[in-house]
């Protein structure tokens, strides 16, 4: 079965580094999203993108983030200067159709970043 | 209180029995989705069920809506040492394109 794969699966950077996340969604799969997960919190929602523009943000998702969908396969997210509090495992997720529209996301296994 | 709050938060039961979390939201939704979330891995997605259906079985998964009462329930009969997992909760607004999840239950099946 077709899954979403990201790398690296432990990425550890220095506060004030940038760091990329790299992510290969499922390949007939048109809406990408960015969530994360604080250590023994919810499931939060960063970015969504489709068409190669950002569809929605959250509030988390401030002038340190972007996102980058650079060729055909991988959808990238750069932040550019990390700090303590953007340690959390990042999940990125993809899905056949829109959400809203009874389209189930189909998630990574994560990258856990630790910001030191 | 927030979008997609589920309870119970922990609950340990034995091989065998049936399991139930419900969930709670406060807005309108779309669909209601629960997920399973393996220690350490990403969320893999269990069921769906539309803001127009009340009961939905998938396999030993029962999920029902009531949309008056803003909640749902997620059954798990004759539920399996494998089961052993955190369960969430996620609601999709009518627009817009993100999942609200809840807090999850933290689910031990003891064999």
């Known amino acids: 079965e077709p899954e979403v794969t990201q790398t690296p699966s432990h990425q550890v950077t220095q506060m004030g580094q940038e760091v990329i996340l790299r992510c290969v969604p499922i390949?007939?799969?048109?809406?990408f999203y960015w969530y994360r997960q604080i250590l023994g919190q919810k499931v939060e929602f960063l970015v969504s993108?489709?068409?190669?523009?950002?569809?929605?943000k959250s509030e988390i998702f401030d002038d340190q983030f972007s996102v980058e969908r650079p060729d055909g396969s991988n959808f990238t997210l750069k932040i550019r200067s990390t700090k303590l509090e953007d340690s959390a495992m990042y999940f990125c997720?993809?899905?056949?159709?829109?959400?809203?529209?009874?389209?189930?996301?189909?998630f990574g296994n994560g990258t856990r970043l630790t910001v030191t | 209180s927030q979008q997609g709050e589920e309870d119970p938060q922990a609950l340990s039961i034995q091989e065998g029995e049936n399991a139930t979390m419900n969930c709670s939201y406060k807005?309108?939704?779309?669909?209601l989705q629960w997920y399973r979330q393996n220690s350490g891995r990403g969320l893999v997605h269990l069921i769906l069920?539309?803001?127009?259906?009340r009961e939905k079985h998938s396999g030993r998964l029962r999920v029902t809506l009531d949309t008056s009462k803003k909640s749902s329930s997620l059954l798990i009969t004759a539920s399996r040492a494998a089961d052993t997992a955190s369960y969430f909760c996620?609601?999709?607004?009518?627009?817009?394109?993100?999942?609200?999840f809840g807090e999850g239950t933290q689910l031990t099946v003891n064999p």
């Open positions: 997720a993809s899905s056949l159709g829109p959400a809203g529209y009874n389209s189930p996301l189909h």
């Open positions: 390949s007939n799969h048109l809406y």
């Open positions: 993108f489709y068409n190669n523009e950002i569809s929605e």
């Open positions: 807005t309108s939704i779309n669909n």
């Open positions: 069920i539309r803001s127009n259906e």
């Open positions: 996620a609601t999709e607004p009518y627009s817009g394109s993100r999942l609200t």
